[in-house]
């Protein structure tokens, strides 16, 4: 079996859960937020420092990296992992968000889905079977099926096709899979805002006995309110003994109360693509260090932080680089947010060791200024 879920501990309070995942290239805590390396990078950090800070796990695109380099060139170097020089575990999506995202001139049919390069505008077409061969020629640990991620809102009768197309492209998958002892297959949870299309997804899903399940046609534009809705009732029909996945959900109080409704796993290009602009995640909220308020301010990006950037350059400095455009501002302001959010996980994990995870949100919220009107 590629990948084993081990339900350590719930929540007393929450329907929050501790747990580990193992795959073959090693095993990591859950909850877990997964820094994402679209382009087989995680932008700016070197293999080295990921392990540095804490990471266990990354991301990458089966779209991005189909287009740029082929997965020849990456299967020909051995697959990803020896590509990128990661031995940690990692997780490709199956390029069917950025399909619908990325591309114009879609056409979707039973088999798959016609749309053009987004950079040669070349047309091309992408299947159950490619997105399969695809993440197999790469080599992830953990591959995501090929869904449709609607957007949103959509109308019901659209969903309801969309949810049903997905659900007969995720049996495609399990048959297309190659690798199913090296790559663990996990399904995507469809259904919109409609829980008895929620329901449904989930269902047919779970009927594949695949080893793990991800909430997806989330964190696209939705209301938080609404989010965390659809989790509260989703993420209870999935097994409790399989890792679950939030597709694209990273900030800090969208992570802690994914975790509260029973989420395992989380990814989102907020903490890197926010500090390729200069803004940091402070435990006192956010904070833009490219502001002159900054100019002669010494201390570091958060007191409260021990990171590489925290414990050897001051804001003053950093705002400096990042004025200037100087690479090395970005390596420290990237390598500052994704710590935050590692560190943060941790500190969920230990709340929910210590059954006091809801008295942290509300100390959390509280210092980071989500409670304000
Ligand atoms: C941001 N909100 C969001 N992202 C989402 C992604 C892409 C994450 C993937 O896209 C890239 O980051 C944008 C990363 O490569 C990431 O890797 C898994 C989704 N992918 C699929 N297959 N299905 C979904 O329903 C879905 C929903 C999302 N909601």
């Not at 380099?69 to 990128?84: C, N, R, V």
């Not at 049996?171 to 199913?180: D, G, I, N, T, V």
């Not at 100087?326 to 990237?334: M, P, Q, Y």
């Amino acid at each position: 079996m590629a990948i084993k879920y081990e339900l350590i501990k719930e929540d007393k309070q929450t329907g929050a859960r501790l747990g580990r995942v193992t795959t073959p290239h090693g095993s990591f805590e859950t909850p877990v937020f997964m820094p994402v390396g679209t382009l087989a990078t995680v932008k700016t950090m070197s293999p080295e420092e990921l392990k540095e800070m804490g990471a266990n796990i990354i991301l990458s695109n089966t779209y991005h990296l189909w287009l740029r380099p082929g997965e020849d060139i990456i299967k020909e170097a051995g697959g990803l992992h020896s590509f990128m020089n990661w031995d940690g575990s990692i997780l490709t999506d199956s390029g069917g968000f950025q399909v619908f995202s990325l591309s114009d001139m879609r056409d979707i049919t039973e088999e798959g889905v016609h749309f053009r390069n987004h950079l040669s505008g070349e047309k091309l077409f992408l299947s159950p079977e490619k997105a399969m061969e695809i993440q197999n020629a790469l080599g992830s640990d953990i591959m995501m099926a090929f869904d449709e991620c609607p957007p949103y809102p959509a109308e019901y009768d659209y969903m309801k096709a969309s949810v049903e197309r997905t659900s007969r492209w995720a049996e495609k998958c399990l048959r297309a899979h190659k690798r199913p002892d090296e790559q663990g297959l996990f399904g995507i949870v469809q259904g919109g805002e409609y829980e008895d299309l929620r329901r449904q997804s989930a269902k047919d899903l779970v009927s594949l006995d695949l080893p793990g399940y991800a909430i997806g046609g989330l964190s696209v534009g939705e209301p938080k309110h609404v989010m965390n809705e659809v989790l509260s009732y989703t993420a209870p029909l999935l097994p409790k003994n399989k890792p679950r996945y939030l597709m694209g959900v990273g900030s800090p109080d969208s992570l802690i109360d994914g975790v509260i409704r029973g989420v395992d796993m989380f990814d989102c290009v907020l903490p890197t693509r926010i500090a390729r602009n200069g803004t940091c995640m402070t435990s006192n909220g956010r904070l833009v260090v490219r502001n002159a308020k900054f100019a002669r301010d010494f201390s570091p990006i958060d007191e409260h932080c021990d990171c590489y950037t925290c414990r050897n350059y001051s804001r003053a400095y950093i705002r400096h680089l990042v004025k200037t455009n100087e690479t090395f501002g970005f390596r420290l302001t990237t390598y500052h947010n994704l710590y935050f959010l590692v560190k943060l996980m941790g500190q969920v994990r230990q709340a929910i060791k210590d059954d006091c995870l809801g008295d942290f949100r509300e100390q959390f919220f509280e210092q980071y200024g989500f409670n304000k009107p």
